[in-house]
C-alpha cells in the first residue's frame, strides 16, 4: 500500500484514489513529541523505557533494575503461596474443590510472608508513576529545547 500511495486505481469499475501513507518514523512522517512518547512508553509498556528512548541510560536501568527486582520478589511470595496451598489441598485429602481451595488460601493468606511483598508492591507503584512522570518532564524539556532552537534558527 505504500508503494501505491497516492495513484488511482481500479476496483469493480470504479475509479478510486489510493490515501497516501506516511512513514511514522523518518522525516515529513508523524513527529510524536518527546514528552508524550517517554510518558507513554514508561507508563504503558515498562518504568524505564521512555528515558532509554530519550537517551537518559543510567536513569532508565536504574528504574528498570528497581522494578525487576520488585517483581521478583512478588513472584518468590506468590510461588511461596502457592506452595502452601498446595501443601494445604494435599493434607486436606487432595480434593480439589472450591471450598477446599478457598479454605487453603484463606490458610495461606493469614500466614502472608511479612512485610516484604507489601514493600516491593509500593517500590513497583512508585517506580511506575515516577518513571512516567520523569521520562515526560525530561521529553518536555527537550522538545522546549528544540523548539528554542527552530525559533531562534528560524530568526536569523
Known amino acids: 500500500m505504500i508503494e501505491c500511495a497516492g495513484r488511482a486505481?481500479?476496483?469493480?469499475?470504479?475509479?478510486?484514489?489510493?490515501?497516501?501513507?506516511?512513514?511514522?518514523?523518518?522525516?515529513?512522517?508523524?513527529?510524536?513529541?518527546?514528552a508524550l512518547k517517554g510518558l507513554l512508553l514508561s507508563a504503558l509498556v515498562f518504568p524505564g523505557l521512555g528515558h532509554l528512548v530519550l537517551k537518559r541510560t543510567r536513569r532508565a536501568l536504574v528504574l528498570m533494575l528497581v522494578v525487576v527486582a520488585a517483581l521478583a520478589v512478588m513472584a518468590t511470595a506468590a510461588l511461596r503461596q502457592a506452595r502452601i496451598i498446595l501443601e494445604n489441598i494435599e493434607q486436606a485429602g487432595g480434593a480439589v474443590d472450591v471450598v477446599?481451595?478457598?479454605?487453603?488460601?484463606?490458610?495461606?493468606?493469614?500466614?502472608?510472608?511479612?512485610?516484604?511483598?507489601g514493600a516491593a508492591t509500593l517500590v513497583l507503584v512508585f517506580c511506575w508513576?515516577?518513571?512516567?512522570?520523569?521520562?515526560?518532564?525530561?521529553?518536555?524539556?527537550?522538545?522546549?529545547?528544540?523548539?528554542?532552537?527552530?525559533?531562534?534558527?528560524?530568526?536569523?
Not at 475509479?15 to 513527529?31: C, D, E, F, K, Y
Not at 477446599?100 to 511483598?117: D, E, K, V
Request: glycine share 16%.
Open 129 to 156: 508513576l515516577f518513571g512516567a512522570v520523569d521520562a515526560w518532564r525530561i521529553g518536555r524539556r527537550i522538545d522546549q529545547r528544540r523548539q528554542n532552537r527552530a525559533g531562534a534558527a528560524g530568526g536569523q
Open 100 to 117: 477446599t481451595i478457598s479454605q487453603a488460601a484463606a490458610q495461606a493468606s493469614s500466614a502472608s510472608g511479612g512485610w516484604l511483598p
Open 9 to 34: 486505481r481500479q476496483v469493480r469499475g470504479e475509479a478510486w484514489q489510493v490515501p497516501a501513507v506516511r512513514n511514522i518514523t523518518g522525516s515529513g512522517g508523524l513527529n510524536m513529541e518527546n
